[in-house]
């Protein structure tokens, strides 16, 4: 698309909300109007059991892990089958790209930085190898998983050891991360809009680390599957100041990048 760029490549803003409702780019699937459906789940569950290694020559696949280099360093992610946050998605791939190749306009060293449903830790792992103080979050069954990770592959090469916390979407926001003592230079959240019914509170969420005024930088990373993703998409530009960075067509994948509106 003109104007945009690979994750590959350093950004050029392009404003949020140039395309009409309807409108359908070349190769793009059409989504069906309403909610998500069994056919949905099902997609979501064939990706998840067929993903095929698109994003050579920086992933090598095995069963079980996989294998990445970013930052300088190999890095190795152990998966699981048992839930869609024990699964390394496109969007965090194309996060971490982004956030490698973009260190000039986006500099993360001596950063504080949160990131949403954070599942394996991959997104979480890059940022904290290029320097950031790193809390990663997710449902507290991921954490095990998203533990270990970070631990094999920070420890001993990163700046600030990453932290990790439970974090529910929308629940006890104010109890547990209290504003302004959990404040954020960046929050960072990959594929974390998809089926699942707690759109709603995944907004709350992003609109209490990323307040009006704060400075806070959000950068959201999806891919476009359903309709409920374009619906969510169109919300989430009436609440932020919102551009998009670049685009992934053969990925379907969209790098937002997004401030609180006053």
């Excluded at 190749?101 to 954070?118: C, H, R, S, T």
Aim: with cysteine; hydrophobic share 35%; aromatic share 10%.
């Amino acid at each position: 698309m003109e104007g945009l760029i690979s994750a590959s490549q350093p950004f050029q803003q392009k404003p949020f909300g140039n395309r009409k409702e309807g409108d359908t780019k070349p190769g793009e699937k059409p989504h069906v109007e309403g909610g998500t459906t069994d056919e949905d789940q099902r997609l979501m569950t064939r990706e998840a059991l067929g993903r095929r290694n698109i994003w050579e020559p920086s992933v090598y696949y095995a069963l079980g892990k996989e294998s990445f280099h970013f930052a300088g360093q190999d890095i190795s992610i152990r998966e699981s089958m048992d839930t869609y946050g024990a699964l390394i998605w496109p969007g965090a791939i194309a996060l971490s790209q982004f956030l490698e190749n973009n260190q000039e306009q986006m500099p993360l060293m001596d950063k504080a930085v949160l990131e949403l449903g954070a599942g394996t830790g991959l997104v979480s792992t890059v940022a904290s190898l290029l320097g950031a103080w790193v809390t990663a979050t997710d449902q507290p069954e991921i954490l095990s998983n998203l533990t270990f990770n970070l631990r094999r592959n920070t420890k001993g090469r990163s700046r600030y050891t990453p932290q990790v916390a439970a974090l529910c979407w929308g629940q006890d926001l104010e109890r547990h991360f209290p504003y302004p003592s959990y404040h954020y230079d960046y929050v960072l959240a990959a594929d974390v809009v998809y089926h699942h019914d707690f759109l709603e509170e995944l907004l709350k969420t992003m609109l209490h680390f990323c307040r009006a005024g704060s400075g806070t930088t959000l950068l959201l990373a999806n891919k476009i599957r359903f309709q409920s993703d374009l619906r969510f998409i169109e919300r989430f530009g009436s609440k932020f100041n919102t551009v998009l960075l670049t685009e992934l067509p053969q990925q379907e994948v969209r790098i937002y990048k997004a401030t609180a509106k006053e």
